[in-house]
Every structure is written in structure tokens, then in C-alpha cells.
């Protein structure tokens, strides 16, 4: 559970831009706080990458949009990290529990998109089969509940 001073800490953080965060869990999560302010683009989460590729990723993506380049949602996009990437919209019921920072910053008034990854054989989990969802859980990646991930879910936890 977050405290109220973390929240203050963050607050007055996020004056001088966007701030990262990891929590240590598994699978790790490592998300935003403060591009929805900065670069009218939702907060970002990673899950399940070490703590180091995971900022090193969201600084890219934050140094991306300081550029001046726009992000769009549900698009697979090239040229951004070393492979491509889409962003997928998270179900506002799972904030509080995936990025407490900014869910109480924002008082619950903000969006999250989760930076997904295609698996190895470069498929992305909307498109997967029941082999590749099993991919993805196995490569740490799990997917939060996107408004289109719940039936890759329900393939994935039936193989497990």
C-alpha cells in the first residue's frame, strides 16, 4: 500500500516531468507517472522485465514523445525501442493495484496502456494461438487486462 507521503513525494516529483517506478513482484512492473500530464499520452506499464531494461525503455518512450512524436493505441509501432511495440489500454478497474503512484496522483483520473511485446516468433497476444499465449506467460510477460486480452487469457491459464 502506498502512503500519503509517497503520493506528496510523487506530486511535487512530477512538477519537473515524468517519473518511473518498479515494484518488485512477480512479475515485476515497472510504470509511469506524469506522461498523461506531460505528453497527453496515457501512463505506461511493463511488465515483467528487469527493473534496468524496463526504465531504459519508458525513458525512450518519454524522450520519444519529448521530441514531439505522437503515440497511438492498439497500432503496432516500429522504430521506437530496437523492435516494434503496441500500446493496449488497461481496464480502469486494474489501476489501484497495478501503479498505485499515479492512480494517487491522479485519484484514479487517469489512463494506463500497457507496452506489450510480441513473443518470440514475433506475434503479439491479440493475435496468438494457444502456443503462443503459453509463450508469453512463460516469458514473463503477463499481460494486464487489456480490453483485449481477457480471451488470451483464458487460453493461456487453461494450458497452465
Known sequence: MISQEDIAFAKQKLRDGPGIFFVDEEPSL???????RWYDFPEIIITGADEATAKKDILTIISYLKNGHR?????????????????????????RRLAAVPYGVYRGKFKLAQCVFPDGNGAFEWTS???????????????????????FLKIAFRRW
Open 71 to 95: 503515440l497511438r493505441l492498439d497500432e503496432v509501432l516500429e522504430g521506437i525501442l530496437s523492435g516494434p511495440i503496441a500500446f493496449k489500454l488497461v481496464e480502469d478497474r486494474e489501476y
Open 30 to 36: 515497472t510504470y509511469s507517472a506524469g506522461i498523461s
Open 129 to 151: 494461438t494457444t502456443e503462443t499465449a503459453n509463450n508469453f506467460i512463460h516469458h514473463k510477460q503477463d499481460v494486464v487486462l487489456t480490453k483485449d486480452s481477457l480471451h
